[in-house]
């Protein structure tokens, strides 16, 4: 069975600094997901991976796939307070696999 | 194009109750899941469904079922609520490449169920 961890569960950063996420699966995925989720709302797809060595750049946010460590991770540069949010990735094999997601705040 | 839709919004129901959310994939996409995203924790997935037959199912008990209709849309229902039942559901569709890999999954906005 496919499982997903992220850590840190919980992150505090100051404004201006620099951050990683990391999203550890357990088994063979066929791509993997990074998703930012605001109180209350819907999931905003931010990454799609396919391949090892992937990396994709959107803004101040990064995200990169190893799919022989089976690791993800999202890099965020001089953290702004719009960043502010949860962050889920998710491994596919069919269906969705989410990890337990990180609360990111970002305060001056 | 429209996203994914879902309806209702938000819905307030109480324990024992029936309940109907319902779906509408992307033009051109027959894939659709739903999960079930409860405060504090990561969606989990509850259904698949492609060419309206069902492709897999999740850990959940048989109160929960769906089907999906010749216009790709979907219905999920849920019987004999339980508070536990109270969650965001999603839904998301997906085409297929040839071969048989499915591609991206796009999120809907959600239903919001709170069971009293």
């Known amino acids: 069975e496919l499982k997903v961890e992220q850590n840190p569960l919980f992150l505090s950063m100051q404004e201006g600094k620099n951050y990683t996420i990391y999203c550890n699966y357990s088994t063979t995925s066929d791509r993997l997901y990074w998703y930012r989720q605001d109180p209350g709302k819907s999931l905003e797809s931010l990454f799609v991976?396919?391949?090892?060595?992937a990396v994709k750049q959107e803004g101040r946010l990064m995200a990169s796939l190893d799919t022989k460590a089976r690791l993800s991770t999202l890099h965020i540069t001089a953290a702004v307070h719009d960043l502010s949010a949860t962050y889920f990735c998710a491994a596919s094999y069919g269906k969705l696999t989410f990890g337990q997601g990180t609360i990111l705040t970002v305060h001056p | 194009d429209a996203g994914v839709t879902q309806s209702p919004t938000h819905l307030i129901k109480t324990r024992g109750q029936h309940v109907t959310l319902r779906c509408s994939p992307i033009?051109?996409?027959?894939?659709v899941s739903w999960y079930q995203q409860v405060l504090g924790q990561g969606p989990q997935f509850i259904f698949q469904y492609y060419e309206k037959e069902e492709r897999g199912r999740g850990n959940f008990p048989d109160r929960f079922s769906a089907r999906q209709f010749p216009n790709y849309s979907s219905e999920l229902n849920v019987n004999a609520l339980l508070l536990g039942d109270s969650a965001l559901y999603l839904c998301?569709?997906?085409?297929?490449?040839?071969?048989?890999?499915?591609?991206?999954?796009?999120f809907g906005p959600g239903t919001r169920l709170l069971v009293l």
């Open positions: 033009s051109g996409h027959k894939s």
């Open positions: 991976l396919l391949s090892n060595g």
């Open positions: 998301a569709s997906s085409s297929y490449r040839e071969g048989g890999l499915q591609e991206t999954q796009y």
